[in-house]
């Protein structure tokens, strides 16, 4: 073994280095005639339906402690010991959030097929 060090770095990195250099003004791609009316509406069908999951997530963080102060009497229920007031607000949104997650993109990518 030699007392020289060496840089090991990745080959992307030489890639990295030459985005970087590249001064040009970025422009987004442009869309054949044709394709336009179709991307149109499907950034709308899309932006719909991502409003539509939205709500939906809004309604969950706004309406779970709505649902607790409407109903006081979750918090003398237990579950395995822990008052449901306290179990309600944790374990409930996140689950609930990946299932929107999930439904959301399976709703997007079907927009997208049709």
Not at 25 to 33: K, M, V
Not at 57 to 77: D, H, K, Q, R
Request: no cysteine.
């Amino acid at each position: 073994m030699t007392g020289r060090r060496v840089a090991v770095t990745s080959p992307q990195t030489r890639l990295a280095h030459a985005r970087r250099r590249y001064r040009g003004r970025w422009r987004p791609t442009t869309l054949d005639p044709a394709e336009a009316p179709r991307a149109v509406a499907l950034y709308r069908v899309q932006l719909r339906r991502a409003i539509g999951a939205l709500a939906l997530l809004f309604t969950l963080i706004f309406g779970l402690p709505l649902l607790l102060a409407v109903w006081p009497s979750l918090g003398g229920l237990r579950v395995f010991g822990i008052p449901a007031s306290w179990l309600i607000p944790v374990a409930v949104p996140f689950p609930a959030m990946v299932a929107l997650g999930f439904w959301h993109l399976r709703r997007a990518e079907r927009a997208e097929e049709q």
